[in-house]
């Protein structure tokens, strides 16, 4: 069975140094559908800010107990750390401006 057929609206990634393009080869498991609703631009930059949120969140081992900082936690990367340390059983403080910080308690 194929998952994918022609037109389908995917995104993905390949294992070697590469770039956003609009047309190009991958593996058939490195492809996950855009999400409906989701423009293409917002869509394209997920796989960027989750993978930057999960590296940082990962590079200070969180246990559950654990506090931790976020800046920026209403932003893309920030508030992606925010839910991932959440999910380790962290403690987390969010630090955004005074213009973000509804949206950032929103995603706690």
């Given at each position: 069975m ?7 609206e ?19 498991d490195?492809?996950?559908a855009?999400p ?10 997920l796989f960027?800010?989750?993978t ?6 990962r ?10 900082v ?6 893309g ?13 962290a403690?987390?403080i969010g ?9 950032a308690?929103?995603?706690?």
């Amino acid at each position: 069975m194929t998952r994918w057929a022609v037109g389908d609206e995917v995104l993905g990634w390949v294992d070697t140094r590469g770039s956003h393009a609009e047309l190009v080869v991958a593996e058939a498991d490195n492809l996950v559908a855009r999400p409906g609703g989701v423009p293409w631009e917002v869509a394209g930059s997920l796989f960027v800010a989750g993978t930057t949120a999960y590296a940082a969140v990962r590079a200070v081992s969180l246990t559950p107990g654990d506090t931790v900082v976020v800046s920026g936690a209403a932003g893309g990367v920030g508030s992606l750390s925010v839910q991932l340390a959440v999910a380790a059983g962290a403690t987390v403080i969010g630090l955004a401006s005074s213009h973000h910080c509804r949206a950032a308690r929103r995603r706690t």
